[in-house]
């Protein structure tokens, strides 16, 4: 994530939010950010199906989340709107997205218009109690009652040095008993020779890649009750009948999974 200090539109510095675009086939893209994606691509050619990986795991997660009774989300890094976004899967419920990219604060504000159970407000995931405070997150949002927060492929831009753990507890301490959080991240295990490359990729762009192993990316689940199957490659996490697997037998690489606040502390 950029820092707010630098927030403004380059089309020149590769934008990981348009980056993300051009591996789902989007057109909100530029040729820096083409020529970075590519970069990667040349590296792990299987970026372009973990992406829509997670899109895919974003539906399911948010269906069983409205199942569980859950109407009220907050989307934090959503990057550029695309298809099945939170909003459309759990119809009815209110939904903020937080980002702090200006080309997805842009394009969501013109897309979501004037839906009243929407919101999208300004936001950076490295100073949590910023966004927790915010009022027009405080006026959508009842941390009275339950609440999802989605931390979608966004925490592998966090670096070690602003303390991911004390940011998801931070939004841990905000969310009332029967809360959900929902998190993806790449991990390393399965192509490690390939983290350089992929690192080197991100380099120049707005924010860099932090390559994390399962067993770092699992920790980041303390303090949750795992919903089944834990955490898991995200094709894994409760596929539908006739869903594709593929990542089975080739080791952990875009991990994905449901904890949900107790009132145990």
Known sequence: MSDPADIGFHANIPNVARMYDYYLGGKDNFPADREAAEQALAVVPEIRHSVRSNRAFLGRAVEFLVEQGIDQFIDIGAGLPTQNNVHQVASGARV????????????????????????????DLRRPREILDHPDLRAAIDFERPVAILLLAILHFIPDADGPADIIAELRSAMAPGSYLAMSHVVTDARPEAADGVTKAYNRASSPFVPRTSKEVIRLFDGFDLVDPGIVNLPEWRPRPGDAVPYRNIGDYFLGGVGLVTGDG
Request: glycine share 10%; net charge positive.
């Open 96 to 123: 903020v997205y937080v980002d702090n990219d200006p080309t997805v604060l842009v394009h969501g504000r013109a897309i979501l218009g004037k839906n009243r159970n929407v919101s999208i407000v300004t936001g």
